[in-house]
């Protein structure tokens, strides 16, 4: 362990620090009123010097109070180890004194922004147990002591992490560019295309609208109506315009995997593991098994033929779930091997994938098929209500083969395996979901029925984790009172810690 520093007496982070909160400061303040700055700069040229010179004096007098701010939260941001307790005394006006045990500490992970970067800090991420948000975050520390605080703290918390790793050992998931360009020929490229299809649509709006105020508008009606008649001899436009845009997405979707999981490297050590990746902003996690409440692992037609798959550990949330995106930490590109060596690392899984698959009742399939048609018809009636155009319906020869299609894979990927102590749960429209439980981290299990449901003998079973829900929808009642029964056996009778 590395006592080159001393924590138990209070200390700062780097005078660098200041820099980075001034610098978070003007990024925030910029983000809840970048609509105020495009006004200011739409119109500056209407300005008079007077008004001109006043504005440059209140942006200085803004940007010299938040460097005032960013000094005072870097004075008063001071943290210390007592008791087996992580301290924490911060605040300018309202003081506040945070006080963390170290058996609530779950992740301690680094990061480094490109700011950081530059000045040679790191910022230092506490999570703990259920928190909503990072419960502490050291902006700035250099390389040194933010290694020794993270050793410090993770072997007093029992994480059993080691930060220099044996250069001999080869990393369990290593991915280079060649593997990034495959992830991201994986990603959902249909959602960028909507995107930028929004963006061209409300750039032509935005046309109209500055060509209606110059009194020009009967010139683009003209210039409009020949182009569709261009348009409606030719599709050429319309083809090198969708392939413009779908190579606008696929490129997207490359640069947003290559710089969230560049240098993607995975290790695996006994009892943990330590993941590093990122670009402008680096961030390396060591995950703790233990903490781990479940595993999900993903795929789809494309990812099988690529032969990948992607991993995302679930860790403690609190309530709200939605807000924790950022503690689903996701391991992508991973190979056949390797995920079994990660699910064997984790579980006792032969006996589950030996198993055999349980379907829902073929109630599942008919409530579907009910819900979906009826929305189906529903929004034809809305769009004939509009357009009063019976053209539409013609469509229907196309939409209801899909969406027939589409609910039987949905159908069809819904199953469970279960046995004495683990359970597996798959779900998916287009891609698979494989979600591996271990019975005992269920901490609360409600079992539902309609009656609808009731009446077909069916009912649903929610098992709630500390990471969120996992559902088994529309099963047989006699199964489900079994599965019910057996997980209240298995969590009351465990004396084994999941936290």
């Not at 709006?205 to 020949?226: K, N, P, Y």
Request: aromatic residues 12%.
């Amino acid at each position: 362990m590395n006592n080159s520093f001393d924590f138990s007496n209070f200390s700062r982070q780097s005078p660098k620090g200041i820099l980075v909160i001034y610098i978070h400061l003007i990024y925030k303040l910029i983000k809840v009123s970048w609509l105020l700055l495009l006004l200011l700069i739409k119109d500056f040229s209407k300005l008079s010097n007077l008004g001109a010179n006043y504005l440059y004096l209140s942006l200085t007098l803004l940007l010299l109070l938040l460097l005032a701010r960013a000094y005072l939260t870097y004075k008063n941001f001071q943290f210390k180890i007592a008791n087996e307790h992580f301290i924490l005394k911060q605040g300018i006006l309202k003081k506040t004194n945070t006080s963390i045990p170290f058996h609530r500490i779950q992740n301690i992970n680094f990061k480094q922004n490109i700011i950081q970067q530059i000045i040679g800090v790191f910022e230092v991420s506490i999570e703990t147990a259920g928190s909503k948000d990072t419960e502490i975050a050291i902006k700035a520390l250099p390389l040194l002591k933010a290694e020794a605080l993270k050793e410090f703290v993770s072997k007093k918390a029992q994480f059993g992490a080691t930060e220099i790793i044996d250069s001999d050992k080869k990393p369990l998931v290593k991915i280079g560019v060649k593997e990034l360009l495959k992830v991201s020929l994986t990603e959902n490229h249909l959602q960028n295309l909507m995107i930028f299809l929004a963006i061209i649509i409300g750039f032509f709006q935005q046309i109209e609208q500055i060509v209606g105020s110059l009194g020009r508008t009967e010139a683009l009606d003209g210039l409009i109506v020949e182009s569709k008649n261009a348009l409606s001899a030719s599709f050429f436009f319309i083809l090198i315009l969708f392939i413009f845009l779908t190579i606008v997405a696929l490129l997207s979707s490359f640069v947003k995997v290559f710089l969230v999981h560049f240098n993607l490297t995975a290790y695996l050590t006994d009892d943990s593991f330590e993941i590093s990746q990122g670009l402008f902003t680096k961030k390396s996690i060591v995950l703790k098994k233990q903490k781990i409440q479940n595993i999900t692992i993903s795929t789809n037609p494309l990812k099988k033929l690529i032969g990948i798959s992607f991993i995302t550990f679930k860790q403690v949330l609190s309530g709200r779930v939605n807000v924790k995106k950022d503690k689903l930490i996701r391991l992508v590109g991973c190979k056949k091997a390797q995920i079994a060596s990660i699910k064997a690392s984790l579980f006792n899984v032969t006996e589950l994938e030996n198993g055999e698959r349980k379907y829902p009742n073929s109630y599942y399939k008919r409530r579907i098929f009910t819900f979906s048609f009826l929305f189906t018809i529903g929004m034809y009636a809305v769009l004939f209500l509009i357009s009063s155009q019976v053209e539409i319906f013609y469509s229907t020869i196309l939409v209801f083969p899909i969406i027939t299609f589409l609910v039987l894979k949905k159908v069809k990927k819904r199953f469970y395996k279960i046995t004495d102590t683990m359970l597996l749960v798959g779900s998916g429209l287009l891609e698979t979901h494989l979600t591996y439980l271990e019975i005992f981290k269920v901490q609360n299990i409600k079992m539902k029925q309609t009656f609808f449901q009731k009446k077909s003998d069916v009912a649903d079973i929610v098992l709630q984790t500390a990471s969120g829900k996992i559902n088994i929808p529309c099963i047989r009642f006699e199964d489900a009172i079994k599965i019910y029964n057996h997980t209240l056996y298995k969590v009351e009778n465990s004396k084994t810690s999941w936290m």
